[in-house]
């Protein structure tokens, strides 16, 4: 566990290496969070959910922190709002980072006194919350990068590979399936309570939606023919100005688009990202197929290769029947989003190695698109 911890606190600090001293407290937009802060807030939560908690030695780094880095716990106490993360040009990023090695330290000083199980149960929740930061700090960090005027590289790597397989769709008889977390090992309460559900035989498809095949959408007038889109969606295109996924830039007649390793011209091949879920659905509708529903998802997950982008499925983020929240802070942490939001399932070349599974359920809101998102069909 000791051994575990610390390569994830390494890990947050490696995705910042290539950062530069400015980029880290730049918010570009309000869903997008600063680097330094997602360095703060994922040691606040050590410092909430153990230190302060279970450990009666702890002495807090700094008392303001509590309040400048809590995310969106009511229980904890007031807070920065979401919108104000970017006004922050204290505390420094020098002052985070001794702040993490602080906590880093004092973690691993407890997790010494072996604490008890229940204990470890939060050190997991606390190790994979860290890790859902850092595919975070990768969005943002090419949110913040992919909208400067010079369209600066990240690094060379989180690259989507070209689809191989040639596209086809297989089928799944209908039945009673099982769905939900169901092994030993951790997961989110949002994937208990397993519980059965039946689907309909349909078919899905073994690859993604291409670069390829999405400019074919269009080409074909997808973005201008209100038939293939929610009136929801339609209004958001319209109002938004948007004919094409975030990050494609036309430049003398050709496609280009932002890549963690800069400008590249769009490479037909690989899956069509970061599109939301009005436009996979649109794509769909076009194609005279359908998005699958979280739970077909699943059922067919162990037949297709995911994990190269997260995949908007047609289910609404809800709870489980027998879902209940775990009292105080840590009841917030899935359980109040779920409504008006969209399930993606799989994973993403972004997603820590080993942080999702089968059964894991991402969720973003509709509109929402700096997520690493593609579209897998089904019929
Ligand atoms: C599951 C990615 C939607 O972005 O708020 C981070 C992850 N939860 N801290 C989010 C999360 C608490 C969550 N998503
Ligand atoms: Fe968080």
Known sequence: ????????????????????IEDYSLQASEFVSPPKWHLAHSTWFWEEFVLTKYDENYVLYDEDFHFLFNSYYNNVGKRVLRPARGLMSRPSVAEVYSYRKYVTDAVITFLNTNPSKAILAVVEI?????EQHQELLVYDIKYILGNQPTFPAYQDRFKTKVETHAADFFKIDAGLYEIGHQEQGFCFDNELESHKVYVNDFEIRNTLVTNQEYFDFIL??????????????????NSNKIEAPLYWYKIDGEWWNYTLNGLEKVVPDVPVMHISFYEAFAYSEWKGC??????????ASDKFQWGQLWEWTNSAYLAYPGFSKSPGALGEYNGKFMVNQMILRGGSVATPEGHSRKTYRNFFPPDMRWQFSGLRLAK
Not at 226 to 237: E, R
């Open 290 to 299: 359908r998005l699958p529903t979280e739970f077909e998802w699943e059922i």
């Open 220 to 237: 074909a007038g997808g973005y201008q023919n209100f038939n293939f889109w929610h009136d929801d969606g339609w209004s958001w295109i």
């Open 1 to 20: 566990m000791i051994d575990r911890f610390l390569r994830i606190r390494q890990n947050s600090e490696q995705l910042c290496k290539p950062l530069l």
């Open 126 to 130: 606390g190790i994979n919350h860290e």
